[in-house]
Structure formats: structure tokens, C-alpha cells
């Protein structure tokens, strides 16, 4: 399915039922916000443009609403996907690159090595300030359980829980170049790009 019409490049896409949101990161005119919504046909095209803020790097999606993660100038929007209009502005520092969505948490990485966790409903934060190697790349994966997987470029694999006391537990594995993680739940894999390696680890990632 080619998609046409499409300004790129892309630094990251939400698939919501048929439609796909993509976070374009470029220097758009003004009548052209650098977030569109491409709907379903056998040519794909844009069927709508949303402005989010400076910069958008990471689109996560639940509950029928959107969350973007605006780099350029340390925000987080809040979309309603009825609407398409953005209803909460957070403000999260140190370049917000990467946001998931996981049982009523935006989860929010930074450049500069943080990750908040921000309620969908009450709008609160949990923090965990400069835990993670500044500069380090952080891809993240649901836990499964309300918690947080953490892959640091560094060679770092993380586990983050909120609870009343937030924790963030560092598995001392033998990574060199973690670029990507996924879990189902129960197991976890890690992609260990120096190596060429995808790892997997089971029991909740004791294994």
C-alpha cells in the first residue's frame, strides 16, 4: 500500500483502529502542522492534520486519546481522537522523544535520561529524574503489569513499577547495545544491536 503525499521524514506512528497517526518532524508552512492522520484506502493519503507543538517524536495511543511527545519545545500533548483537537499541554523537560500508553500512564522518555509516567485521568506525574544515561537512546516496552521496560542504548535493561514507593529495578545483564525491547506480559526480548543479538528473557525477565 503506498502512501502518497506524505512531507516525512517520520519519527514515529500510532495505529488507532484503521486510521495511523505519524509524528513528522520537519519545517512545515503553518498551514501545514507536522501531525497527520492517514486514513484507510487502497492509496493511502492524509485525511486530516493536527498541530502539537515543536518538534513531535513519538505518538502513543489508548482509550481514545493521542499522546505526542513534542522534542522541540519539552511538551506533551494530550489529543482527543473524536475531536482531533488537543486538550492538555504537559510540560515534561529534557526532550520528550518517546511516549507508550500503558493501563492509564503516558509514558514519557527524554533525551536527557528521565521518564515520567503522567495520569491519563488525574493528569499526575511519577518521575524518575536522570536515572538513565544522558544521551542514551531509551525505547520502551509495557511490563504488563501496570509497570515499565526500559532499554538504554548504553547496554541497560530497566524495569519500572508505580506504586507507593516508585521503584526502578536494573537487571545486570550482558548487553553492549540495546536498541529496542518488547514484552507480551510475561516474557520480555531485548535487541542487542553491538551483537547482533535478540535476547530473550522469561518469568517477568528472571531468566
Given at each position: 500500500?503506498?502512501?502518497?503525499?506524505?512531507?516525512?521524514?517520520?519519527?514515529?506512528?500510532?495505529?488507532?483502529?484503521?486510521?495511523?497517526?505519524?509524528?513528522?518532524?520537519?519545517?512545515?508552512?503553518?498551514?501545514?502542522?507536522?501531525?497527520?492522520?492517514?486514513?484507510?484506502?487502497?492509496?493511502?493519503?492524509?485525511?486530516?492534520?493536527?498541530?502539537v507543538?515543536?518538534?513531535?517524536?513519538?505518538?502513543?495511543?489508548?482509550?481514545?486519546?493521542?499522546?505526542v511527545?513534542?522534542?522541540?519545545?519539552?511538551?506533551?500533548?494530550?489529543?482527543?481522537?473524536?475531536?482531533?483537537?488537543?486538550?492538555?499541554?504537559?510540560?515534561?523537560?529534557?526532550?520528550?522523544?518517546?511516549?507508550?500508553?500503558?493501563?492509564?500512564f503516558?509514558?514519557?522518555?527524554?533525551?536527557?535520561?528521565?521518564?515520567?509516567?503522567?495520569?491519563?485521568?488525574?493528569?499526575?506525574?511519577?518521575?524518575?529524574?536522570?536515572?538513565?544515561?544522558?544521551g542514551?537512546?531509551?525505547?520502551?516496552?509495557?511490563?504488563?503489569?501496570?509497570?515499565?521496560?526500559?532499554?538504554?542504548?548504553?547496554?541497560?535493561?530497566?524495569?519500572?513499577?508505580?506504586?507507593?514507593?516508585?521503584?526502578?529495578?536494573?537487571?545486570?545483564?550482558?548487553?553492549?547495545?540495546?536498541?529496542?525491547?518488547?514484552?507480551?506480559?510475561?516474557?520480555?526480548?531485548?535487541?542487542?544491536?553491538?551483537?547482533?543479538?535478540?535476547?530473550?528473557?522469561?518469568?517477568?525477565?528472571?531468566?
Amino acid at each position: 500500500m503506498p502512501f502518497t503525499g506524505l512531507p516525512g521524514p517520520f519519527f514515529g506512528f500510532a495505529l488507532i483502529g484503521l486510521a495511523v497517526w505519524l509524528a513528522i518532524w520537519r519545517w512545515l508552512p503553518d498551514d501545514a502542522p507536522p501531525v497527520a492522520v492517514v486514513g484507510p484506502s487502497a492509496e493511502a493519503h492524509i485525511a486530516g492534520r493536527l498541530p502539537v507543538g515543536d518538534a513531535p517524536s513519538g505518538v502513543g495511543s489508548a482509550g481514545g486519546l493521542l499522546w505526542v511527545a513534542n522534542s522541540g519545545d519539552d511538551t506533551v500533548a494530550e489529543v482527543d481522537e473524536s475531536t482531533n483537537k488537543v486538550v492538555r499541554i504537559f510540560r515534561v523537560a529534557g526532550g520528550p522523544n518517546d511516549v507508550l500508553v500503558n493501563d492509564g500512564f503516558a509514558w514519557v522518555a527524554t533525551a536527557r535520561g528521565d521518564v515520567v509516567a503522567i495520569d491519563s485521568e488525574t493528569g499526575s506525574r511519577h518521575t524518575w529524574p536522570s536515572t538513565f544515561s544522558p544521551g542514551s537512546h531509551l525505547d520502551l516496552a509495557s511490563a504488563g503489569d501496570g509497570g515499565l521496560w526500559v532499554a538504554e542504548g548504553s547496554g541497560r535493561l530497566w524495569r519500572l513499577r508505580i506504586g507507593a514507593k516508585d521503584e526502578a529495578f536494573e537487571y545486570p545483564l550482558p548487553f553492549d547495545d540495546l536498541s529496542d525491547v518488547a514484552s507480551d506480559g510475561d516474557d520480555v526480548w531485548a535487541y542487542d544491536r553491538a551483537r547482533g543479538e535478540v535476547v530473550q528473557l522469561e518469568s517477568g525477565g528472571r531468566g
